[in-house]
């Protein structure tokens, strides 16, 4: 399965990040595609 997974926090080492580093680390090991885009480091 492919997931796109926007991270939006503005704090690089906060709870948000954290957690979906966490998500992103689990949905690596169960062999999923992940394409993380970081949208605080892009302007919109």
Known sequence: ???VVLKESPRT???SNML???FIRG???SRH???EFDC???KI
């Open 33 to 35: 595609e992940i394409v």
């Open 1 to 3: 399965m492919k997931i």
């Open 40 to 42: 605080t480091k892009h």
């Open 13 to 15: 080492n906060g709870n």
């Open 27 to 29: 949905a690596k090991e």
């Open 20 to 22: 979906t580093d966490e």
